[in-house]
């Protein structure tokens, strides 16, 4: 049965790729839409970005039928937006909204009622796309079914047994992906893909530099492909064994903190947030080891990714944490979450006397267990 699956997606991919590479690229795009119950005061919106600012090109809808024509620098993801008749809905989520990869080709739209429910011709992205989330989304399911039918559980033989499903699962997620951005090393899309699986918090930043090396200059020249690389680079800056970078930020007393003061102490940088679950589970575990070493040559900074005072302020208080804490209450634009790369948390790094990186992304009583292991030798 395995056989089999891992047949059907190689032909799925093989099918994909060999229709990517017979397309030409045209001097712009024509979208033509055809939605023949719309009124004719509807209105059609087409929203994207090029070169990080947002554009939109707005027209009238004429017997169920509207269309955009345009250039794009590169390929990008789009949205049209319709009206139907002269107002829109009161409730965003009501919106009639169609996503797609725009680039330039000659692409049709056609649907009988709302653009939502369209299907698209001409977009060999957005095929490409469609494709790899039939593949991935029911692997994606099963982990998160699984998940959360491990909340409440005991830690038994039934447990582990469902632990292992899930690494399973998540393995064979992994070596679709990398089939598909192996098959696709001219495409937008599989950079796409690749970012959002290949370029998690932990991700290996030599590999990954490796992988996207694959990718044609193209793509790589592309805004994503440029953001790509220097998440990258930020990746080697922030791996074992690379010294910690120099930051200054203001505490949580209005003090300005900056990490070379702490120079000569093992440092535990803590990236989290108030709003942030699975930061807040983990902080019990944080306290105990500081605790148990604060007398030992151990500091603690937590750089909350917040945006309001009083919620970064409840939130040291009600977990009790004692340490330097710092914020520039910029959410996920914060200074210092920008310098080390930092787009999801928790993240934590252990810094040693010298300010080099010994551990990364810590978690439970790993954290406990590093530093009895480093205080023991010395």
């Not at 992906?177 to 998690?200: I, M, Q």
């Not at 989290?272 to 944080?286: M, Y």
């Not at 040291?316 to 999801?344: H, M, R, T």
Request: proline letters at 3%; aromatic letters at 12%; one cysteine or more.
């Amino acid at each position: 049965m395995k056989n089999y699956i891992y047949i059907s997606i190689s032909l799925t991919l093989m099918a994909i790729s060999c229709k990517n590479r017979d397309t030409i690229q045209k001097e712009g795009f024509v979208i033509e839409a055809h939605i023949p119950s719309l009124p004719s005061s509807s209105l059609a919106v087409l929203s994207y970005t090029q070169k990080d600012s947002t554009l939109t090109d707005t027209v009238a809808v004429k017997e169920g039928m509207f269309t955009f024509t345009g250039k794009v620098s590169h390929p990008i993801e789009a949205s049209i937006n319709v009206r139907h008749g002269e107002t829109y809905p009161d409730k965003s989520y009501l919106k009639d909204t169609f996503t797609f990869y725009l680039d330039n080709n000659d692409m049709q739209i056609s649907a009988t009622d709302s653009i939502k429910n369209a299907s698209i011709s001409g977009s060999l992205l957005t095929d490409q796309s469609i494709a790899f989330s039939k593949q991935i989304n029911p692997l994606r399911q099963k982990i998160q079914d699984l998940s959360w039918g491990l909340q409440g559980k005991a830690y038994d033989d039934a447990y582990m047994a469902t632990v292992d499903t899930i690494k399973a699962t998540g393995k064979q997620t992994e070596e679709l992906v990398r089939k598909f951005v192996e098959a696709h090393p001219d495409s937008y899309f599989a950079l796409t893909a690749f970012t959002n699986y290949e370029l998690g918090y932990n991700f290996d930043p030599i590999w990954a530099e490796e992988e996207y090396q694959k990718f044609t200059d193209e793509v790589r020249n592309t805004p994503l492909g440029q953001r790509v690389y220097d998440k990258i680079l930020t990746g080697k800056r922030t791996s074992v064994g690379e010294e910690a970078m120099e930051f200054s930020q203001t505490t949580l007393q209005g003090d300005t903190f900056s990490l070379n003061a702490l120079r000569g102490n093992y440092v535990f940088i803590d990236f989290w947030a108030s709003w942030c679950v699975p930061c807040r589970q983990e902080n019990p575990f944080i306290v105990e080891a500081y605790n148990e070493f604060k007398d030992r040559n151990f500091e603690i900074v937590g750089v909350s990714v917040d945006d309001k005072r009083k919620n970064w302020e409840f939130a040291v208080e009600k977990d009790k944490l004692p340490w330097i804490n710092v914020s520039d209450l910029k959410g996920f634009k914060n200074e210092v979450a920008k310098q080390y790369g930092i787009s999801a948390v928790p993240q934590n790094f252990l810094l040693d006397p010298d300010g080099v990186i010994i551990a990364k992304n810590m978690r439970g009583e790993e954290l406990s267990e590093k530093l009895s292991e480093i205080f023991h030798q010395e």
